[in-house]
């Protein structure tokens, strides 16, 4: 067992870098933080320990940080994808990888960057992995980063009900998705567990789209009346205000055109509570790379665990 000191301010600059990643893609707002709490309860859910469940939570927000290769003109087309522009996508599992792999704690997230795209029976990307050969971690992701991504709006076409998702994603039960943690999943949407997230940008805030060009304006947790919001794509200057359980924004009439996104403190802080001072590792845990697997079965250990636990 190998001790690994989780160092919080390197923790936060890691995410930060995360998290300002995704504001380049202003129609997800939210995606990262979604995926991260999702991902978070079905590791819960799983019954994995405390400092698997944190390396879950901490991964997934890193999840799509290759993305940062990804031309802002591709992210934000409002058409479909050419074939082309889907492979340039397609890359950023690979892309990730450089920029966690040599940082002490982004080392943590490897298997989830790097294969959080694959599919359970082996027909996913990048490298066709199958069954357990896709870490733990990364199945969890893979099936929570779909059900965010058949729920929330993209700029070509609406999200769809919870319902529908859950139906079609058990249609992929052992096909794209790990079949015993993807029932563990649909209970936890049976439950309704998922709704405090589901819909929401950040905690306790629903997803506001802009009311002039429609990509998600992210609402903070902080946020107090007074304080202004601003579309990540028009730059329009909003003031928000209260109205019940959601908010109305107004447009106050200027456009800032000097803005520049700023990391997400509010989903930093979180993953930052809930760190160990210390996580305990499997010796070769930091040296494991999935494009060089031999020897760490962890993955098989922890998913007879889960096998056990939802019996
Ligand atoms: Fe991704």
Same mark, same amino acid.
């Given at each position: 067992?190998?001790?690994?000191?989780?160092?919080?301010?390197?923790?936060?600059?890691?995410?930060?870098?995360?998290?300002?990643?995704?504001?380049?893609?202003?129609?997800?707002?939210?995606?990262?933080?979604?995926?991260?709490?999702?991902?978070?309860?079905?590791?819960?859910?799983?019954?994995?320990?405390?400092?698997?469940? /944190?390396?879950?939570?901490?991964? %997934?927000?890193?999840? $799509?940080? *290759? &993305?940062?290769?990804?031309?802002?003109? !591709? +992210?934000?087309?409002?058409?479909?994808?050419?074939?082309?522009?889907?492979?340039?996508?397609?890359?950023?599992?690979?892309?990730?990888?450089?920029?966690?792999?040599?940082?002490?704690?982004?080392?943590?997230?490897?298997?989830?960057?790097?294969?959080?795209?694959?599919?359970?029976?082996?027909?996913?990307?990048?490298?066709?992995?199958?069954?357990?050969?896709?870490?733990?971690?990364?199945?969890?992701?893979?099936?929570?980063?779909?059900?965010?991504?058949?729920?929330?709006?993209?700029?070509?076409?609406?999200?769809?009900?919870?319902?529908?998702?859950?139906?079609?994603?058990?249609?992929?039960?052992?096909?794209? /998705?790990?079949?015993?943690?993807? %029932?563990?999943?649909? $209970?936890? *949407? &049976?439950?309704?567990?998922?709704?405090? !997230? +589901?819909?929401?940008?950040?905690?306790?805030?629903?997803?506001?789209?802009?009311?002039?060009?429609?990509?998600?304006?992210?609402?903070?947790?902080?946020?107090?009346?007074?304080?202004?919001?601003?579309?990540?794509?028009?730059?329009?200057?909003?003031?928000?205000?209260?109205?019940?359980?959601?908010?109305?924004?107004?447009?106050?009439?200027?456009?800032?055109?000097?803005?520049?996104?700023?990391?997400?403190?509010?989903?930093?802080?979180?993953?930052?509570?809930?760190?160990?001072?210390?996580?305990?590792?499997?010796?070769?845990?930091?040296?494991?790379?999935?494009?060089?697997?031999?020897?760490?079965?962890?993955?098989?250990?922890?998913?007879?665990? %889960?096998?056990?636990?939802?019996?």
């Amino acid at each position: 067992m190998q001790a690994v000191s989780v160092n919080i301010s390197l923790l936060k600059s890691l995410l930060s870098l995360a998290t300002v990643i995704e504001a380049k893609d202003p129609y997800t707002g939210g995606h990262t933080w979604r995926v991260s709490r999702y991902a978070r309860l079905l590791a819960e859910s799983l019954g994995l320990s405390e400092d698997e469940v /944190f390396i879950v939570h901490f991964g %997934s927000l890193l999840h $799509d940080i *290759g &993305k940062v290769s990804v031309p802002e003109p !591709i +992210l934000n087309k409002q058409d479909k994808l050419t074939s082309v522009e889907y492979e340039i996508i397609k890359k950023h599992p690979e892309t990730g990888l450089p920029l966690v792999r040599e940082h002490p704690l982004g080392a943590l997230a490897l298997d989830i960057v790097a294969s959080h795209h694959e599919r359970f029976d082996g027909g996913g990307y990048p490298k066709g992995l199958a069954g357990n050969d896709i870490r733990l971690f990364a199945r969890i992701v893979a099936i929570v980063d779909a059900f965010d991504a058949m729920t929330s709006a993209r700029p070509y076409r609406a999200g769809m009900q919870a319902q529908t998702a859950y139906q079609l994603m058990a249609q992929e039960s052992g096909r794209q /998705f790990d079949p015993v943690l993807l %029932s563990a999943f649909l $209970d936890l *949407g &049976k439950r309704g567990e998922l709704d405090q !997230i +589901l819909g929401h940008s950040s905690e306790e805030r629903l997803m506001q789209g802009c009311p002039e060009c429609g990509p998600i304006i992210v609402i903070p947790v902080h946020w107090q009346s007074g304080d202004k919001v601003i579309c990540p794509k028009c730059l329009s200057n909003y003031n928000v205000h209260p109205d019940g359980d959601k908010f109305e924004v107004e447009w106050d009439q200027t456009v800032n055109f000097t803005w520049i996104p700023e990391p997400d403190t509010d989903t930093i802080s979180e993953v930052a509570q809930y760190a160990p001072k210390e996580l305990g590792l499997q010796s070769d845990f930091l040296e494991f790379s999935v494009f060089d697997r031999k020897s760490y079965d962890a993955s098989k250990v922890l998913s007879l665990r %889960s096998r056990v636990n939802s019996l």
